[in-house]
């Protein structure tokens, strides 16, 4: 089994910043790539970014591009993600997922961490 342990949400104004980390445990072996994910309050969770374990390869949402990055240190099984240029519709509870190499699916996520943006 894999766990993972988000941090780093917050309360902030608009166009601020923050910085989410994710750090997983366990059975890292199985993880080939690592996202995030939001939810907003009424809405369904959604897609925010993701990266690859092996050749670092990132994607990003459309509503993201640009304003925020994702990155990964492989040596602690950690992923990052700084949220600049904030905008209020950024505001949800993100969450961490880790994609198994094998299942080919995100099959374990973190608890969530919320972000809220005040404008």
């Known amino acids: 089994q894999v766990q993972l342990v988000e941090s780093g949400g917050g309360l902030v104004q608009e166009g601020g910043s923050l910085r989410l980390s994710c750090a997983a445990s366990?059975?890292?072996?199985?993880?080939?790539?690592m996202g995030w994910f939001r939810q907003a309050p009424g809405k369904e969770r959604e897609f925010v970014a993701a990266?690859?374990?092996?050749?670092?390869?990132?994607s990003f949402a459309d509503s993201v591009e640009g304003r925020f990055t994702i990155s990964r240190n492989n040596a602690k099984d950690a992923v990052s993600l700084q949220m600049n240029s904030l905008k209020p519709g950024d505001t949800a509870v993100y969450y961490c997922?880790?994609?198994?190499?094998?299942?080919?699916?995100?099959?374990?996520w973190g608890q969530g961490t919320q972000v809220t943006n005040c404008s």
């Open positions: 997922g880790a994609r198994d190499r094998y299942l080919r699916a995100y099959g374990c």
């Open positions: 366990g059975r890292t072996l199985s993880i080939d790539n």
């Open positions: 990266i690859w374990w092996i050749g670092g390869s990132t």
